[in-house]
């Protein structure tokens, strides 16, 4: 299931007023901690930046690499029971590149029934604020499960996207 932050923003704000304290010489620090802000979309589903910080603002243990796999009771992934459960491609990635929050949803439909908690971060990817030399490139942030055509490297040099949003799925293991 998704989980809702806003029960928790008593927690956000506290950590962010200690930080301030710590910080309060430090000009680039100040500046980072207020411009870092999560815009829900829904309860579970956040607009965040690049450096999203939800276990550090939040005190939430996460884990971010093996959610989607069936785990025996000793913890140990069984690989078997994630096939069986998950079909043939047992390799389910928590990250990558959408058009909107609703095809993570469709891609992986658990995430909205399973008994665990989990956060998805959305971090938008626009082409009018990127470099014409360099800049973001559809590589390096995981499969692209959008409905738009990629055909450059770089999302600059795409004649039809505009906009794009690198997705994050956490599972939310304690602090809850």
Request: hydrophobic share 30%; proline share 3%; charged share 30%.
């Amino acid at each position: 299931m998704l989980l809702d932050l806003s029960k928790y923003k008593d927690r956000y704000e506290k950590v962010k007023k200690e930080d301030l304290e710590r910080f309060k010489d430090n000009i680039e620090m100040i500046r980072y901690i207020n411009e870092h802000k999560f815009y829900e979309e829904k309860p579970g589903i956040y607009y965040s930046g690049l450096n999203d910080m939800f276990s550090y603002y939040y005190k939430f243990e996460i884990n971010e690499f093996d959610s989607f796999y069936v785990r025996d009771n000793d913890k140990k992934i069984n690989w078997e029971k994630t096939y069986n459960k998950y079909g043939e491609d047992t390799y389910l990635s928590n990250y990558g590149v959408c058009d909107n929050y609703k095809q993570i949803l469709e891609q992986y439909p658990f995430i909205e029934t399973d008994d665990r908690k989990f956060i998805i971060a959305l971090i938008p990817i626009s082409k009018k604020h990127q470099s014409e030399h360099g800049g973001w490139r559809w590589h390096k942030w995981g499969k692209y499960i959008g409905t738009q055509t990629p055909i450059c490297e770089y999302i600059y040099d795409e004649p039809e996207i505009d906009l794009v949003y690198v997705y994050h799925i956490y599972e939310v293991i304690s602090g809850f």
